[in-house]
C-alpha cells in the first residue's frame, strides 16, 4: 500500500472493525427502535453504514480504472437507496455486506499508486484536496455524519447493547 495512505486507512479499518464489533453486540430488540435520526431506526443506520462503502468504491474504481474520480454521486439518494434496498436484510446480513465492501475498499486502496495520490478532489467542507490520507479518510470512513453517527450509536447504544463475547 502506498505509504501515504497506510495511516489514513489503517485508522479507516480500526473505526469499521469498532463498528462491526457495536453492531454485533446490539441486543436484537434494538434495530427496530428508533434511532438519534429522524425517521431512522437503528436498522436503517446500520444499512447506512453497511452499504456506505458504494459511492467510495465506485470513486475508487474509477481513479483505477480511469486516472480520475469521477464525479461525486448524490450522498442523500445513495443512502436512501441503500436503506430501500436492504429494508428486508437482517442485522447479521447488513454487518456481513459492511466487512466485505470494507474489504473491497482496502483491496482497491492497496492498488494505488503514487500518481493516483496527484489528483486533486472536492472534499466536503475542506475545497480541492490531494488524493492522499486525507481522501482515504474523508471517502472511506464516509463525511463528518459517519463519524457523528458512530459517536451518537455508541452513546445511545449503552445499556441496549451486550458486550461482546471474548
Known amino acids: ?8 486507512a489503517e485508522r479507516w479499518g480500526r473505526v ?9 453486540a446490539v441486543d436484537p430488540d434494538t434495530w427496530t427502535e428508533p434511532s438519534p435520526y429522524p425517521g431512522w431506526t437503528y436498522k436503517d443506520l446500520l444499512a447506512h453504514l453497511a452499504t456506505g462503502y458504494t459511492v467510495r468504491l465506485a470513486r ?8 480520475h474520480l469521477g464525479l461525486e454521486p448524490d450522498a442523500e439518494a445513495a443512502n436512501a437507496e441503500g436503506i430501500a434496498r436492504h429494508r428486508g436484510s437482517t442485522p447479521e446480513a447488513l454487518v456481513d455486506e459492511m466487512i466485505r465492501q470494507r474489504s473491497e475498499v482496502r483491496r482497491l486502496l492497496a492498488l494505488l499508486r503514487p500518481e493516483h495520490l496527484e489528483v486533486r478532489t472536492a472534499v466536503r467542507r475542506r475545497g ?3 488524493l492522499d490520507g486525507s481522501f482515504v479518510e474523508a471517502h472511506s470512513t464516509g463525511t463528518s455524519t459517519t463519524w457523528s453517527t458512530r ?16
Open 1 to 8: 500500500m502506498e505509504p501515504r495512505v497506510r495511516p489514513a
Open 16 to 24: 469499521t472493525d469498532y463498528l462491526v464489533d457495536v453492531a454485533r
Open 60 to 67: 475508487l474504481r474509477s481513479l483505477l480504472d480511469n486516472g
Open 128 to 130: 480541492q484536496a490531494p
Open 151 to 166: 459517536r451518537n450509536w455508541r452513546q445511545s447504544c449503552a445499556g441496549r447493547w451486550r458486550p461482546p463475547e471474548v
